[in-house]
T-cell receptor, first 112, second 111 residues
Framework: GQQLNQSPQSMFIQEGEDVSMNCTSSSIFNTWLWYKQDPGEGPVLLIALYKAGELTSNGRLTAQFGITRKDSFLNISASIPSDVGIYFCAGQSSTNAGKSTFGDGTTLTVKP | SQTIHQWPATLVQPVGSPLSLECTVEGTSNPNLYWYRQAAGRGLQLLFYSVGIGQISSEVPQNLSASRPQDRQFILSSKKLLLSDSGFYLC??????????FGPGTRLTVT
């Protein structure tokens, strides 16, 4: 089946630093999605991307849909303590309509 | 606005006991519904998804089953729980493309 490689697996950063994480796939995706999960809660959708090359922002978060349609990036600028959590990428292909493939997540720790 | 409910929030069950987890969605019609399981510190494993009443697709052969008796109700069940069924169970819905919205989850511990 389809697999997503999400990296890094974990990050420890200082408050105020910028963060970058990415997902790559061996398959082409039509949609890329980024979620954040706080401890003990369900994931929350942050950004949805639908076109190759698309760059979308949500506050301090910016995500890009890779031109090859096989990767996506999420950047967080000027991190704050509440950015702590697990960030998941997810992709959907035309052969798997209605179902997303999820990455294993990037665990972010922000030191005040 | 749309909301999704899951209950119970936490559950401790002995091995061999039955299971029933419920998920309901408000504020939307004919959503796609999903059940995921998340092991501690791990990613999301899709267990079941449904595109309509009575339509269930199973993603992983296992000890669990799902049912959708009403448009906005999704139930996860087991006749006999195994230790390996422990985990964090998440229900999600989508109507627009594949933007999924998750419930608060149920923490299941099988002892």
């Amino acid at each position: 089946g389809q697999q997503l490689n999400q990296s890094p697996q974990s990050m420890f950063i200082q408050e105020g630093e910028d963060v970058s994480m990415n997902c790559t796939s061996s398959s082409i995706f039509n949609t890329w999605l980024w979620y954040k999960q706080d401890p003990g809660e369900g994931p929350v959708l942050l950004i949805a991307l639908y076109k190759a090359g698309e760059l979308t922002s949500n506050g301090r978060l910016t995500a890009q849909f890779g031109i090859t349609r096989k990767d996506s990036f999420l950047n967080i600028s000027a991190s704050i303590p509440s950015d702590v959590g697990i960030y998941f990428c997810a992709g959907q292909s035309s052969t798997n309509a209605g179902k997303s493939t999820f990455g294993d997540g990037t665990t972010l720790t922000v030191k005040p | 606005s749309q909301t999704i409910h899951q209950w119970p929030a936490t559950l401790v069950q002995p091995v061999g006991s039955p299971l029933s987890l419920e998920c309901t969605v408000e504020g939307t019609s004919n959503p796609n519904l999903y059940w995921y399981r998340q092991a501690a510190g791990r990613g999301l494993q899709l267990l079941f998804y449904s595109v309509g009443i009575g339509q269930i697709s199973s993603e992983v052969p296992q000890n669990l089953s799902a049912s959708r008796p009403q448009d906005r109700q999704f139930i996860l069940s087991s006749k006999k729980l195994l230790l390996s069924d422990s985990g964090f169970y998440l229900c999600a819905w989508s109507v627009v493309r594949d933007e999924q919205y998750f419930g608060p989850g149920t923490r299941l511990t099988v002892t």
